[in-house]
């Protein structure tokens, strides 16, 4: 068999495979009926899958592994590699590792302090979870939201559990301080929150218990008709005061309870719209009052109006009610009637009063008086030329003027 040559290896005649080394060859195996050149490349690819290897863990150590992983893995390679059955540069392989060993050292520390500063973050994110729980614990239950109480609880909790489950662990002794008052901060929470529940549930009930009442009462009214709606009022007015039932029940009871209203305003209807009916002649007959009374707004005869006014309103009470949708707008025309013929007697006695027109009279005198002196002042004034002293008599002139017009 011919002798076979490689860089890193050779085949004997007897088809043994030989690798070289720093201190000689070494037999690393043979491979059966194959050619020289298929057993030499057999061991190569042992050799290859070393390297592999090395290789890969190189690629760990870069990417942040473990370094009591990689320590293991050197160890454990390392060993694979001294006595491989492979041909190739295994010094090299070797070498390589070494260099590995040499960084352990520097990846644990790095890796310890990273470790380190990722405790510290959690312990930080965990103290920030509890004074929040915490927090929400030390708030007035009474005023509390509960809803969105529960809501941040259960938030919060979730983020508990998470920091837990994907955190880094923390030292025992504070991870249970962290828990004990996390925990001490939620059981108060749920202790708060059964009490206040259970308080509405209490007040819910008794809520219920008034509105079915109210309810029964209701519908009892139902034979009455339109004559029992200032009852329903009033317990429409009780109604609002008895409080919530909850917001389905509530809705539920106040259908019964408006239904029952519902049945008496149907009923009032009924009676209005034969009323309606029934007064509609009396309208007609109201409307050709007012149409014959307006000539009253321009009345200027005192007595004649309060005459007519009278007889106009003789004639309105007789004719009797209008429909209750036209009563508004009637009774404001009348209205306008009965306000222009008033004004007629309040003119007639303000200008009639014996005291008003002695008033009146000496005031006027005094006006007169003011006036005349005022006018020779100002004849006075013009003739020095004093423009200042011309100014403030006119305008005195002109008020006392004005005053003695109003006076008539």
Do not use: C
């Not at 309103?313 to 306000?339: C, F, H, S, T, Y």
């Amino acid at each position: 068999m011919a002798n076979e040559q490689a860089p890193w290896g050779r085949v004997g005649d007897d088809g043994t495979v030989y690798v070289r080394e720093t201190d000689g060859e070494r037999a690393v195996g043979s491979y059966p009926d194959a050619s020289p050149e298929e057993a030499l490349a057999y061991f190569e690819r042992k050799f290859v899958e070393l390297q592999g290897q090395v290789v890969l863990l190189e690629q760990r150590v870069r990417g942040g592994a473990p370094a009591a992983d990689v320590s293991k893995a050197i160890t454990s390679l390392t060993e694979s590699i001294s006595g491989a059955n492979a041909v190739g540069d295994l010094a090299s392989l070797t070498e390589r590792l070494g260099k590995l060993t040499g960084s352990i050292g520097e990846l644990t520390e790095k890796q310890s302090a990273e470790a380190r500063a990722a405790v510290d973050a959690a312990i930080a994110e965990r103290e920030v979870l509890v004074a929040q729980v915490e927090a929400l614990a030390a708030q007035d239950p009474a005023k509390a939201q509960w809803k969105q109480v529960s809501t941040q609880l259960d938030e919060l909790f979730g983020r508990w559990q998470a920091a837990q489950k994907d955190g880094p662990r923390l030292p025992k002794p504070v991870s249970d301080e962290f828990w004990k008052r996390f925990r001490a901060a939620r059981t108060n929470l749920e202790t708060h929150r059964k009490a206040f529940f259970a308080d509405l549930d209490s007040t819910h009930k008794e809520a219920r218990g008034r509105k079915q009442e109210l309810i029964d009462k209701a519908e009892a009214l139902a034979g009455n008709g339109a004559a029992a709606i200032p009852d329903y009022r009033r317990m429409l007015d009780e109604w609002k005061l008895a409080g919530r039932a909850g917001k389905k029940v509530d809705d539920a009871l106040w259908a019964k309870f408006k239904a029952a209203g519902d049945a008496l305003y149907a009923a009032k209807a009924e009676v209005d719209a034969k009323e309606n009916e029934e007064f509609a002649g009396n309208l007609e007959q109201k409307l050709e009052l007012l149409t014959e009374a307006e000539k009253l707004l321009t009345a200027s005869d005192r007595e004649q109006a309060k005459k007519a006014l009278l007889g106009i309103q003789r004639r309105w009470d007789a004719i009797g009610k209008v429909p209750r949708d036209n009563l508004r707008a009637v009774e404001d025309r009348m209205r306008q009637m009965e306000a222009a013929v008033k004004k007629l007697d309040d003119d007639h006695w303000s200008k009639s009063d014996p005291e008003k027109q002695a008033r009146s009279s000496g005031l006027a005198a005094q006006l007169t008086g003011a006036i005349e002196k005022l006018e020779k002042e100002l004849a006075a004034a013009t003739a020095a030329g004093d423009t200042r002293k011309i100014k403030d008599a006119q305008e005195a002139l002109a008020s006392r003027k004005l005053l003695l017009g109003a006076l008539g």
